[in-house]
Nanobody
Framework: QVHLVESGGGLMQAGGSLRLSCAASGRTCSRSIMGWFRQAPGKEREFVAAMSWSGGRTSYADSVKGRFTISRDNAKNTWYLQMNSLKPEDAAVYSC????????????????????WGQGTQVTVSS
């Protein structure tokens, strides 16, 4: 019922920046947690960042803290991941995700907490 579509992936040299976007459509939930995950070849899906529905709480993986920033525009049902100072180890398929309606702004970092997923967008970082 909820469809998510990512965009903005591509090739970037180490040290460069990219901004990913996630557009939601369908029967979206206004009070949901919006997040980003990534998966590199041969590795499990990894939590990257998430933001509460009010925007009052964010959470980042230690590996991206200080370099990545998550933001959202509820009016557009869209959220973003600004990625700065990219490193080769950031290369992965990035997927946006959203929970259903939540009663708490506590950020979940486990993929099982997220009910809706995008198709993924490839981010490649050259050395």
């Amino acid at each position: 019922q909820v469809h998510l579509v990512e965009s903005g992936g591509g090739l970037m040299q180490a040290g460069g920046s990219l901004r990913l976007s996630c557009a939601a459509s369908g029967r979206t939930c206004s009070r949901s947690i919006m997040g980003w995950f990534r998966q590199a070849p041969g590795k499990e899906r990894e939590f990257v960042a998430a933001m509460s529905w009010s925007g009052g709480r964010t959470s980042y993986a230690d590996s991206v803290k200080g370099r990545f920033t998550i933001s959202r525009d509820n009016a557009k049902n869209t959220w973003y991941l600004q990625m700065n100072s990219l490193k080769p180890e950031d290369a992965a398929v990035y997927s946006c995700a959203a929970t259903g309606t939540v009663t708490s702004e506590y950020i979940r970092s486990d993929a099982a907490a997220y009910a809706y997923w995008g198709q993924g967008t490839q981010v490649t970082v050259s050395s």
